[in-house]
């Protein structure tokens, strides 16, 4: 069948991508933003654009509000992209019942791959190793008692059954640390995938983090397209990833690639898929691997694979979903060639890095953004100067992707760095110097990876100086001052230049000042001190309201950020005087949280003891035990007496002979009927049997 028109349900540099391969196919795209998303560029990029209801991550996972516009638009297939909705088996199903094609693998296949219990227990069938750990969904004496179980020295991983992408996931070094570690965990799963489920396993010390790129047409068919490098990560994210993977024995790397195909061939599997591997470096042989999941989906990084091997990923998934077989496409496995040099990707992120290697996102607006360019050099991006970053989204700003058909590791990574001095992007933190320093690295460099190669040698790279590009330097560019007598059009969202017209100085410095970013312009009362953001990020939890007590170190609220959680807590003792966000807000770093009247003693309790009434009866607890002394029998004379009649006596009375006096509670007469609608409290307490 062909496809026609395309929905792509995602948004940014991924949305781009989709909608350049569905041209050259001449497929028609529909893109979709939300209605805080509407400059990005994707929405420039698409044949048309759609607009969801909603603000942020939500709109975008609005999966009914999604098929329901792509069958509005007449389009007969929806590209999800990776994340979001990409790997939901119910969007899946959902499309197919609309008689839509999902661009990606069958509802049973992100099923199977979407929980990691029933990944690892398709690859312990298959004779594919996995790393120790439990078996589905563990609880918390369940983990206490496997980290116990691995003996003195011994690490774990916690891991979300559902997801991915580092969240829900956290490494525990001791016991200690394992419950408040669990809890963190569970907590992100549950608002990340809607499960709180996760497992522990065994923490490998030393391990590469090696992925197998495959495809399959459903039949059974199934080829990979050799394998990628992703061992350099920080918090278990993703920084750089390369293809192939440099200095991989022949006879380990035979064995990742078969392996993979086994596990994809026992599930017939369609279109894309990766599968990762970790490679223990204490043993480096065939039999040093180990399974840890699968991705259903695009990934990130399959810009590196189609660089080394010349096969456009995108177009054959859509060429797949359209009833194409590996053979159509030339691409059995004795139709795919050895990867042709090498290819590196490293992800521009707006974040910087701190001493103790917490990653932090930032945002603004884009005053100057330009790129590099030249042979095997590919930068894919939505940034644009003028560009309004959002902190409701992930902080990957750009990926740029880097070729050399030296096949050297040495040679991809120093054509990387010049590559990474030539970018100029100002308005937004970036994480450009830093991968300038770890690409520079000697361990990296002479191929020595390790997924906490990062964490182990932070201080080094952190103390790396900055490079010398045009993202530091104050002055405008060459190609600003060429500029200088044009205009930006503030009508035109991409800075289209309208020539013709003076500029001022103050046009000339916006354009290419770095700018800081926007925070809302919150006053407190007076007396009073704002407990701010520490980073960017999306308010998941509230711990207090205005009039509560804080003592230091209390938690006030959890940021989610970076994909992890993170607990920010009171500086000092105090009273709330203001609360300005909640649960599902969205700021900036800095942005300040709740205003707090700090005590002068510096005791964290004395000072709000003198303005609160210990014996004060909260209005919520005042509220419900009104309500229970009108289930009393004092309080209802008229079904008593009703039971008087028969010569019964009420169940209150019987249980008051039975038990010692205050040993009972009573919280059964709290339960209402279904009945709110049409019955007021009081009638459904009367209507209620005395007994």
């Not at 810009?303 to 990923?313: F, I, K, N, Q, R």
């Not at 005042?622 to 008593?640: C, F, I, L, M, N």
Request: charged share 25%.
């Amino acid at each position: 069948m062909a496809l026609n028109r395309l929905l792509i349900a995602n948004r940014g540099e991924i949305a781009i991508r989709v909608a350049r391969a569905a041209a050259e196919m001449e497929i028609r795209s529909v893109a979709v933003y939300s209605e805080d998303d509407a400059r990005s560029l994707h929405t420039r990029r698409a044949d048309e654009t759609l607009a969801l209801k909603g603000i942020g991550v939500p709109a975008y996972l609005d999966a009914t509000q999604i098929v329901t516009l792509a069958k509005q638009a007449d389009c007969d297939a929806i590209h999800p992209g990776y994340g979001f909705l990409s790997e939901n088996a119910a969007f899946a199903r959902l499309c197919a019942e609309a008689g839509i094609t999902f661009v990606g693998p069958h509802p049973k296949t992100l099923e199977l791959f979407g929980d990691k219990a029933q990944a690892r227990a398709l690859a312990r069938r298959r004779g594919v190793p996995i790393p120790a750990g439990t078996s589905g969904p563990t609880t918390l004496a369940q983990a206490r008692r496997f980290f116990a179980s691995l003996g003195p020295g011994a690490a774990v991983m916690i891991k979300a059954i559902a997801g991915g992408g580092g969240r829900g996931m956290r490494p525990v070094f001791s016991a200690d640390a394992l419950d408040a570690a669990f809890e963190r965990c569970a907590s992100e799963a549950l608002a990340a995938f809607g499960n709180d489920g996760v497992y522990v396993e065994q923490l490998l010390p030393r391990a590469r983090h090696v992925e197998v790129q495959i495809v399959g047409d459903g039949s059974g068919a199934v080829s990979h397209l050799w394998e990628r490098e992703c061992s350099l990560q920080r918090h278990r994210q993703k920084l750089v990833e390369i293809a192939p993977a440099p200095a991989l024995r022949p006879a380990l790397r035979t064995r990742l690639l078969e392996a993979a195909v086994a596990l994809a061939s026992a599930v017939k599997y369609r279109n894309l898929g990766t599968f990762e591997f970790l490679v223990d470096l204490r043993d480096e042989s065939a039999a040093g691997i180990a399974f840890i999941e699968a991705n259903a989906r695009l990934q990130v990084e399959h810009t590196v694979t189609e660089e080394v091997t010349g096969v456009d990923l995108v177009k054959t998934q859509l060429a797949i979903a359209a009833g194409r077989t590996l053979a159509d496409l030339h691409l059995t496995q004795k139709e795919i060639a050895r990867p042709r040099g090498i290819a590196l990707q490293a992800r521009i992120n707006m974040e910087t890095m701190a001493a103790d290697g917490t990653a932090k996102p930032g945002g603004g607006i884009l005053s100057a953004f330009e790129v590099p360019s030249g042979p095997g050099v590919r930068v894919d991006t939505f940034g644009y100067a003028g560009y309004q970053t959002s902190p409701s989204f992930d902080s990957l700003l750009a990926k740029l992707v880097v070729h050399s058909p030296s096949g050297r590791l040495e040679d991809v990574a120093a054509k990387t760095c010049r590559s990474l001095a030539e970018f100029r992007i100002a308005g937004v933190p970036t994480n450009l110097a830093f991968l300038h320093a770890l690409l520079g690295h000697p361990e990296v460099t002479g191929g020595r990876f390790h997924t906490r190669l990062i964490e182990e040698r932070l201080d080094e790279l952190l103390a790396v100086p900055p490079i010398r590009t045009r993202h530091f330097d104050a002055g405008p560019s060459a190609i600003g001052a060429r500029l200088a007598g044009a205009k930006v059009d503030p009508n035109d969202p991409l800075a289209v230049l309208a020539h013709g017209r003076e500029a001022s100085a103050a046009d000339t410095e916006d354009a290419w000042t770095p700018a800081q970013p926007p925070t809302a312009n919150v006053a407190g009362p007076e007396r009073t001190t704002p407990l701010e953001a520490p980073m960017q990020g999306t308010v998941v939890s509230l711990d207090v309201r205005q009039g509560d007590v804080v003592r230091a170190g209390q938690q006030v609220f959890v940021l989610e950020s970076m994909k992890m959680q993170h607990a920010i807590v009171a500086r000092s003792g105090g009273i709330v005087r203001l609360v300005t966000v909640s649960v599902g807000d969205t700021v900036f770093e800095g942005h300040p949280l709740v205003f707090l009247e700090e005590n002068e003693s510096g005791d964290d309790t004395t000072a709000a003891a003198e303005e609160i009434d210990l014996d004060e009866i909260r209005p919520d607890l005042a509220e419900v035990r009104a309500r229970q002394a009108k289930t009393k029998d004092a309080a209802r004379p008229d079904a008593v007496a009703r039971r008087r009649k028969t010569g019964q006596r009420t169940t209150r009375e019987n249980v008051a002979d039975l038990c010692d006096a205050d040993s009972f509670v009573e919280y059964g007469s709290l339960v209402l009927a279904a009945r709110r609608l049409r019955n007021s409290v009081e009638e459904l307490i009367e209507q209620t049997p005395a007994d």
